[in-house]
């Protein structure tokens, strides 16, 4: 079975400072991986996806950016962050046409 | 662009009384449909999936729900709620390399 890491668990951060947050998969190769933010009243967002290494997919346009430097690693990013950047973020490996879908931990991200 | 609605943002049910929440989807094709349950401070849960086939999918924990192909919906039933039911409810739609979300649909259940 695969395992979804994802650090930190929670983070406070000013606004206009940068953001990295990681994610990392065990368990499978080649995943799709998925960056997910929820934030009350909204749902889970879809923000970027990704089907393999440096190919990333943004839904959202905002000042946040995505990375997959590695097979099994999923980084999502800012410059600056905003206050609307604050909610909790979710990394997702879903495999397609199959309806397996698994959620990591998330990150609780206030922006202050 | 493709699209998940879930109308209604709360509902507030009697325990014992069933219960229907509301997901319709914007998609040419027949999309692969989920529900799911989040309570409090919880992960997502997946409670049943449609792929083909029978239009009407049994889940767990006694949930149900049936794709109506002409109206767009998969609409998620409980035919006896009960207390531990009350949570956040999310419908989602796969939609070629996407799995998009419902906005959820938080669930009371009063005694």
């Known amino acids: 079975s695969q395992t979804i890491h994802q650090w930190p668990a929670t983070l406070v951060q000013p606004v206009g400072s940068p953001l990295s947050l990681e994610c990392t998969v065990e368990?499978?190769?080649?995943?799709?991986l998925y960056w997910y933010r929820q934030a009350a009243g909204r749902g889970l967002q879809l923000l970027f996806y990704?089907?393999?290494?440096?190919?990333i997919s943004s839904e959202v346009p905002q000042n946040l950016s995505a990375s997959r430097p590695q097979d099994r690693q999923f980084i999502l990013s800012s410059k600056k962050l905003l206050l609307s950047d604050s909610g909790f973020y979710l990394c997702?490996?879903?495999?397609?046409?199959?309806?397996?879908?698994?959620f990591g931990p998330g990150t609780r991200l206030t922006v202050t | 662009a493709q699209s998940v609605t879930q109308p209604d943002i709360h509902i507030t049910v009697s325990e014992g009384a069933s219960l229907e929440l509301r997901c319709n989807y914007s998609?040419?094709?027949?999309?692969?449909l989920f529900w799911y349950v989040q309570s409090p401070g919880q992960g997502l849960q997946l409670l049943l999936k449609?792929?083909?086939?029978?239009?009407l999918v049994q889940g767990i924990k006694g949930f149900e729900a049936e794709f109506k192909r002409s109206q767009s919906s998969f609409n998620l039933r409980k035919p006896s709620v009960h207390w531990s039911d009350a949570a956040e409810y999310f419908c989602?739609?796969?939609?070629?390399?996407?799995?998009?979300f419902g906005a959820g649909t938080i669930l009371r259940v009063k005694s």
């Open positions: 998609y040419g094709a027949t999309p692969y």
């Open positions: 449609y792929f083909s086939g029978d239009t």
């Open positions: 997702a490996v879903i495999r397609l046409q199959a309806g397996e879908q698994y």
């Open positions: 368990g499978t190769s080649n995943p799709n």
């Open positions: 990704s089907v393999g290494i440096g190919q």
């Open positions: 989602a739609v796969e939609y070629g390399n996407k799995l998009v």
